[in-house]
């Protein structure tokens, strides 16, 4: 099932959206992250995308508390700041359903994969596209590795893919389709895709394409996207 699915980014207790995902441009911020998660839910939506940017910072988690609440709300899938195998496992554990791998996707993949193995469809590996290379540590340093290198690392196992297009992440201006197109092609398990969202065409482009879900953040905070009309494309043929 397509899923339409709203991004909860946590920065010091409150809910932020960034602007490229650089620290010191915040383009909203709401105080009470588990009720701004708990809306979401009251008004459709199955599944939230909770990024622990302070950990993503700072290299380790920070939110855990807040995380575990909202893990009891809704179907989540969480990333930022998880550089060790035991914090993934505690996030499972707490009934966290997916964690999401990016700088450990690149710095330790035999051991990323020996823990994919260990919880199948639990780890989705996150793809974070800057210029074509794959982005790391919060996305201030990129490495070698085009987006669809890194996914074929990973793609014979049961895990899922996050594909984001940080060069248009947080601007709300649209996504770039021949991007997206390819990293789908090339893969064979699910892929969610994240960044610029704006329309709901841009959803239906993405379903089309044969994505899993969308994530979908500043579209929705800044009002530029109505959820109700986003998530209507859950249930339509595209």
């Known amino acids: 099932m397509f899923r339409v699915i709203p991004a909860v980014d946590l920065k010091d207790g409150r ?27 009251e008004r459709g939506a199955k599944v939230l995308h909770v990024i622990d940017l302070s950990g993503a910072f700072q290299g380790r988690l920070r939110h855990e508390d807040v995380i575990a609440e909202i893990a009891k709300l809704a179907e989540v899938q ?10 993934a496992e505690r996030l499972l554990k707490l009934g966290v359903d997916r964690v999401i791998f990016g700088t450990l996707a690149v710095e330790k993949p035999d051991e990323l994969r020996d823990f994919a193995e260990k919880w199948e469809n639990r780890v989705m590996i996150a793809i974070d596209s800057k210029k074509g290379e794959v982005a790391v540590k919060g996305w201030k340093e990129t490495v070698e590795l085009t987006p669809i290198q890194l996914a074929k690392l990973y793609d014979n196992l049961k895990v899922s ?45 993405v379903k089309r394409a044969g994505a899993a879900g969308v994530v979908i953040g500043s579209a929705l905070y800044t009002k530029k996207l ?11 043929k595209v």
């Open 15 to 41: 809910v932020v959206r960034l602007r490229q995902g650089k620290e010191d441009e915040i383009t909203f911020e709401a105080e009470n992250p588990v009720e701004v998660a708990k809306q979401w839910v």
């Open 78 to 87: 969480v990333g930022g700041g998880i550089r060790d195998f035991d914090v």
């Open 161 to 205: 893919f996050l594909y984001t297009n940080i060069d248009v992440e947080g601007l709300v201006s649209g996504i770039e389709k021949s991007r997206i197109s390819e990293v789908l092609r090339e893969l064979k398990n699910p892929v969610y895709v994240a960044g610029g969202i704006t329309s709901v065409d841009d959803i239906r482009f």
């Open 226 to 236: 109505k959820f109700e009309e986003a998530i209507k494309v859950e249930y339509e």
